[in-house]
């Protein structure tokens, strides 16, 4: 929880917000500095606002092509190698699906997981646990949806809490049944820092991103508009998860997670 809040703090708008507080209080005690405050707020906060910016700033995640449908059925990946869809968030509020269900930004890289298994024919590996500790872990929320895509057999992983998790209890359990590589499914903004994840752990990474955000549509790239905003703060915080990963987490293979009790065997 602290660790979210944090994050929510770091990024717009909420950061903008603290800069004019913190200008606010500093207005009697020395007003250039505030002054620099507002300017700073008001114009990162357009800035990040506007749709040509959102873009630039996804063009840096977005770094792997994506994979035509051709080329994935030519593709001849062996069977060592296990199709890993990573979690991306619930819906607590789904009362018409029982309590909860996956994210809209989930279901994107289920459809596109599903499609890619269609074509490859090679078994799914869903890795998403309960982040806050209630409800059922997003592994097993991500398999309930892949049944409806007709996949019934699903591995799981269902004790990460976030994308090192992911790729280091991910890293265990395809080491105990056998895969040496992974054809990984995540959005194409979530992409680098997720391939980064895994690589760092040891494991061998294709990259399947779905859902590129990199594109504007023509006549609507310098008005400022909240979904631009959404997608700069999105983009900031991959970079700043990265950042995190690089200097507080442990680059090597792990040997046991230490709550990863999974039951790979039993599929959902």
């Not at 990024?11 to 800069?19: E, S, T, V």
């Not at 749709?51 to 994935?72: D, F, G, H, R």
């Not at 199709?83 to 930004?105: C, F, K, P, S, W």
């Not at 992911?166 to 590589?181: E, M, P, V």
Request: proline share 5%; glycine share 8%; aromatic share 12%.
């Amino acid at each position: 929880m602290i660790r979210t809040i944090a994050t929510i703090l770091m990024l717009p708008p909420a950061f903008q917000f603290l800069l004019v507080f913190l200008g606010l209080a500093l207005w009697r005690v020395y007003r250039p500095l505030a002054w620099l405050c507002f300017i700073t707020s008001f114009s990162s906060l357009f800035l990040l606002s506007v749709p040509a910016v959102s873009s630039e700033l996804y063009k840096t995640l977005e770094i792997y092509p994506a994979v035509t449908p051709q080329e994935w059925g030519e593709a001849n990946h062996g069977e060592d190698t296990v199709i890993v869809v990573l979690g991306g968030g619930r819906d607590e509020n789904a009362y018409e699906y029982g309590g909860e269900t996956i994210h809209q930004d989930a279901l994107l890289r289920v459809r596109y997981g599903a499609k890619v298994a269609d074509l490859t024919g090679l078994p799914i590996l869903v890795s998403g646990g309960s982040v806050y500790g209630r409800g059922k872990p997003e592994a097993e929320l991500l398999a309930d949806v892949f049944k409806e895509f007709g996949y019934d057999k699903v591995l799981m992983e269902r004790s990460s809490k976030n994308t090192w998790e992911n790729a280091k209890y991910t890293a265990d359990l395809i080491d105990r049944l056998g895969f040496k590589r992974v054809i990984l499914v995540t959005q194409a903004w979530h992409m680098r820092r997720s391939v980064y994840c895994f690589e760092e752990l040891g494991v061998e990474v294709i990259p399947a991103p779905t859902k590129f955000l990199s594109s504007v549509p023509i006549g609507r790239e310098y008005v400022p508009v909240a979904t631009a905003l959404r997608g700069s703060s999105a983009a900031i915080k991959e970079w700043l998860g990265m950042l995190v990963y690089s200097l507080f987490y442990e680059a090597r293979p792990s040997l046991q997670a230490e709550h990863a009790t999974d039951e790979a065997n039993n599929p959902a």
